[in-house]
């Protein structure tokens, strides 16, 4: 099978199928794409994929699609390609097969830029919030992008006005990556007062859309694309949001993908932070104040942390880290096999973050496999 076919048939399932599309996905995971989209062209599918591609099927215009995106400097980025996010995607595969609505894979994704997808994604944080953003939720927004871009850490938003737009200008100005994720075609600049922020981007990172050329923005598709945005960043900080807005959604997709969300605490009297004061208090998020905490919150252990009151003190891992540290026992050593038991984190994933605990003296090897280090406690530590 070439690859002029698996991208035209990946091009075709784009356009046919509105994301997100189970069914659709489930026939393509079964039989691969080149097959399914000729199935759906046949009209030769069950009624469950019938009913989400019978209304386009006839409209093949994968051809001239890939051709428009070829000439914006683009191109369709597939599952197949090695740059390709795997890893970052994995966790919405994950969300979809325990049913969760933000799970799905998107079946293809239009690229604008030269950066390369799966590279810009090794060490990504989305910043969110609301469009209409305070002076104060503006700056500290331009401030995390600049700060996390010019630590090499890719920002992730969703060109929107407010607080998206200046996360992305601050990336920009300190002239690291940054990556807008739209719910319309990559040839469209929406909004449109930011055609010349979307012109700049693919220059310094990548316009990303599951969305084909020509497809226009709609309520729905900005809910759909929030999970993209919440997967392809190690971590989500809302900057500012009321208690109704997309960055809340954006903020749900996170902590349902099991990444780290975080939040920026705002003046008590804004209507503007409301929405982050909300995640505060309902534990679903940890305060940040500054890029330090963000890198700390998202990322490497024993290199990304933020500079302790003691040098003794370790900060607490996060996500699955945490969960395997918190199976070690403090008595004897446990397999490998036994902290993915005791964790429910995945046995190569356990293999991959016991070396990373070891070496910030939160683990240690022993003749009976893995503990706890004693140099490894801290404060509230029980």
């Not at 992305?168 to 055609?195: K, M, N, W």
């Amino acid at each position: 099978m070439s690859d002029d076919e698996l991208r035209l048939a990946r091009a075709y399932l784009s356009r046919v199928a509105e994301p997100p599309a189970h069914a659709v996905a489930a026939l393509v995971a079964a039989v691969g794409p080149v097959r399914a989209a000729r199935l759906i062209r046949d009209g030769d599918v069950s009624a469950a994929v019938d009913s989400q591609t019978s209304a386009r099927r006839d409209g093949d215009t994968a051809a001239e699609d890939l051709a428009a995106v070829a000439v914006l400097g683009g191109r369709l980025v597939i599952p197949e390609d090695g740059e390709w996010p795997a890893w970052p995607f994995n966790a919405l595969a994950v969300a979809a097969s325990h049913g969760l609505r933000c799970g799905l894979e998107p079946l293809a994704l239009w690229v604008r830029g030269d950066g390369e997808l799966a590279k810009l994604t090794e060490r990504a944080v989305a910043v969110v919030g609301s469009r209409a953003a305070s002076a104060y939720g503006q700056h500290v927004a331009a401030e995390f992008g600049f700060g996390l871009a010019e630590a090499g850490v890719t920002v992730v938003s969703g060109a929107a006005y407010g607080i998206d737009g200046a996360a992305h200008r601050g990336a920009l100005t300190a002239g690291g990556p940054t990556i807008a994720v739209l719910a319309c075609g990559v040839d469209i600049a929406y909004p449109r007062g930011h055609e010349g922020l979307l012109e700049r981007i693919p220059h310094h990172g990548l316009v990303v859309s599951e969305y084909p050329p020509g497809c226009r923005p709609a309520r729905h598709r900005f809910l759909t694309r929030n999970r993209l945005i919440a997967a392809l960043g190690e971590g989500t900080v809302v900057v500012e949001a009321g208690k109704r807005s997309g960055a809340k959604n954006t903020a749900a997709s996170t902590a349902a993908l099991g990444r780290v969300l975080m939040a920026v605490p705002g003046p008590v009297t804004s209507a503007s932070s409301s929405g982050c004061h909300e995640l505060l208090r309902s534990g679903e998020a940890v305060a940040v104040s500054s890029v330090a905490e963000v890198i700390e919150s998202t990322g490497r252990l024993g290199v990304d942390l933020v500079e302790a009151t003691r040098a003794t003190e370790v900060g607490l891992p996060q996500g699955e880290a945490l969960r395997v540290f918190e199976a070690l026992p403090l008595g004897s050593g446990i397999s490998a096999e036994a902290v993915a038991v005791e964790s429910g984190v995945e046995l190569p994933r356990v293999r991959a973050l016991l070396p990373e605990l070891e070496l910030v003296r939160l683990a240690e090897r022993v003749d009976t496999g893995w503990k706890r280090s004693h140099e490894g406690s801290w404060r509230g530590d029980t």
